[in-house]
């Protein structure tokens, strides 16, 4: 299992109560029209948007409930999603991981689960817009059996993030740059088949537990970048950047926001990327149901991203 996906939820620090806007939506009286004349709603603000929840073999409650939960909290855009990787390690090696077997460990197990997407994409349809996705682990991107993707509505890369583990350290000669060109040209390969959007899930982790590190040790971080303009171009350079999206990870984003200093550059790297050409995606990476909802707008609004710089939104709405 990549821990650092865990620790991007572990990472979150503390939580804010209710939004407005989910006060709204929980007073707000439920649409009781028929589905087929009902289409979902846009979001108008990033709180309503995650684009990242594990809603499939880790989650602690039935997928009703889990998506109730988020469309109680003004959470109206949901990408739900799994680890292709607990669908090909076999039931056994699943139980011994996690303690249960919500699917089966296999493509049709898969299957289920986006079966059960649909069916609450279906019931929430007047409510949410609710999408059906899949992290694959960047190690491992071009070897993902074909049937494993194809119902996916977009795909998104596991980014190794770990910096302090010996075990991920295939990465370690080779600079940001060359890493982000790597693994987009490679998804984009990955979706090319069926023109799935492609998401790098959660780019920034790496460099922003350098430069917190940096600070914890008294290093300088002042000349530093998440990106820096070389990196930015690398990839530029590498990727038709239709079609893929830079993701905004609540761990990332929150982690960034304790420093003024990375925070600063983390919305230097956001410009030049949108400068460049690339769009955002957003998601909170929560493997299990949070204790309350966190509202990431703010932080978004800080590094100068607003809901029309998800274009991934945008993207999945207009399939
Ligand atoms: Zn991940
Ligand atoms: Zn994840």
């Known amino acids: 299992m990549p821990r650092d996906c865990d620790a991007a939820y572990l990472g979150i620090g503390q939580t804010i109560a209710l939004s407005p ?77 996690h303690g249960q077997i919500i699917y089966p460990s296999s493509p049709e197990g898969l299957g289920d689960f986006y079966d059960e997407i649909d069916r609450m994409r279906s019931k929430y349809l007047a409510e949410a817009s609710i999408y059906r996705a899949l992290e694959l682990p960047e190690w491992e991107l071009l070897t993902i059996p074909g049937e494993m ?16 583990d010996p075990s991920y350290r295939h990465y370690e000669d080779i600079s940001c740059g060359e890493h982000l060109a790597t693994r987009a040209s490679q ?8 023109s ?52 905004l990870n609540f761990g990332d984003i929150f982690q960034a926001a304790e420093y003024r200093e990375i925070s600063k550059q983390l919305g230097r790297t956001c410009r030049r990327l949108r400068e460049g050409g690339l769009s ?8 299990r149901t949070p204790e309350e909802f966190r509202d990431p707008s703010p932080i978004l609004s800080r590094l100068g991203i607003g809901i029309e710089d998800l274009g991934l939104v945008q993207t999945l709405s207009a399939k």
């Open 187 to 194: 998804l984009l390969r990955v979706c090319e088949p069926n």
């Open 21 to 97: 806007r989910g006060l709204r939506c929980l007073q707000m009286k439920r649409d009781t029209r028929p589905v087929e004349n009902v289409t979902p709603p846009s979001p108008e603000d990033a709180s309503q948007v995650d684009l990242h929840l594990h809603a499939g073999q880790e989650r602690d409650q039935p997928l009703d409930e889990l998506v109730r939960w988020f469309v109680d909290n003004g959470v109206t855009t949901l990408g739900l999603l799994d680890h292709s990787e607990l669908y090909m390690m076999g039931d056994e090696a699943l139980r011994a991981k």
């Open 196 to 247: 799935q959007p492609a998401v790098l899930f959660h780019p920034f982790h790496r460099r922003i537990a350098e430069l917190r590190t940096s600070i914890k040790t008294g290093e300088l971080v002042g000349p530093e970048e998440v990106f820096t303009r070389e990196d930015i171009d690398l990839l530029l350079d590498s990727v038709d950047t239709d079609g893929l999206f830079i993701e």
């Open 149 to 164: 993707l194809v119902r996916a509505d977009f795909l998104g890369c596991h980014m190794n993030t770990s910096c302090h």
């Open 280 to 287: 955002f995606s957003l998601g909170s990476d929560y493997h």
